[in-house]
């Protein structure tokens, strides 16, 4: 019995021994070969494709952010949050979310008085780029719960 086991590992043994040498052989996407040892060179790769990077990370946080919103939403409805659609005025009337008020991002800076600071803000566009900026704008004024909820549709969800 211990015969059998013990050749079983000399077996798994030599051939992980075949695979780390025929790996040290092997070139790969952005790697140099010095002295038979093969690496993949991360700064290397990472400058190349760090545009493609950036933008999946930015991708990603959006796509989170707006699944986290989407589950606070009946919370902040409880709270009586202000609901601000920051498309166009032409925009908003070809469809929208019921419950929501149409403030153009244009002029969301000249009509903050519309928007109380005392409760939650959950704001929307069509994708979700104007309703980031449009938070940055009232952060910088001064609300402190302001959320981007990305496109005024999952307000129907």
């Excluded at 153009?104 to 929307?124: F, M, N, T, Y």
């Amino acid at each position: 019995m211990d015969g059998i086991v013990g050749g079983r590992t000399r077996h798994v043994a030599y051939r992980i021994k075949s695979r780390i040498a025929y790996t040290q052989q092997l070139v790969f996407i952005g790697g140099q070969c010095r002295d038979k040892e093969c690496f993949l060179d991360l700064a290397d790769l990472f400058q190349k494709y760090w545009p493609i990077l950036a933008l999946c990370v930015w991708f990603g946080y959006k796509w989170w952010n707006s699944k986290r919103v989407l589950a606070l939403l009946p919370e902040l409805k409880k709270n009586g949050a202000t609901f601000v659609d920051v498309r166009s005025a032409g925009e908003f009337a070809h469809a929208n979310a019921p419950g929501t008020i149409n403030i153009p991002l244009q002029q969301l800076g000249s009509r903050l008085d519309e928007i109380p600071k005392s409760a939650p803000v959950v704001l929307c566009c069509a994708s979700g780029s104007r309703s980031g900026m449009a938070k940055l704008l009232l952060k910088k004024n001064g609300y402190a719960k302001v959320y981007n909820i990305g496109a005024w549709s999952k307000f129907l969800a």
